[in-house]
């Protein structure tokens, strides 16, 4: 079983920046990928970043060149740099891990998220 764990949610104003840290516990066959989600008030979850087990990166264009997704597998922690923050961000962020379990079945993991509010 896998587990997913995110911080660094909090409420800043618009033009500032946050970090959100997503750590990975537990044990996996293998990782397709992992991306950050979030779901505005009223909104339905979409997707805000991905980064795949080669490095490669997808981001949706309303935080292109604003937000950057990384990893460190050292720390087992992924991370998202999020820069310039409009009050549209406002949202909880979800982590996900898209990958196979020992048993090879496709696996699919969420963190319980952090609220993220951008405001004056």
């Known amino acids: 079983q896998v587990q997913l764990v995110e911080s660094g949610g909090d409420l800043v104003q618009p033009g500032g920046s946050l970090r959100l840290s997503c750590v990975v516990s537990?044990?996996?066959?293998?990782?397709?990928?992992m991306g950050w989600y979030r779901q505005g008030p009223g909104k339905q979850r979409e997707l805000v970043a991905t980064i795949t087990s080669d490095g490669s990166t997808n981001y949706a264009d309303s935080v292109k060149g604003r937000f950057t997704i990384s990893r460190d597998n050292a720390k087992s922690t992924m991370y998202l740099q999020m820069t310039s923050l409009k009050s549209e961000d406002t949202a909880v962020y979800y982590c996900?891990?898209?990958?196979?379990?020992?048993?090879?079945?496709?696996?699919?993991?969420w963190g319980r998220g952090t609220q993220v509010t951008v405001s004056s």
């Open positions: 996900n891990l898209d990958g196979r379990d020992w048993d090879l079945r496709r696996s699919d993991y």
């Open positions: 537990g044990s996996i066959f293998s990782i397709n990928a």
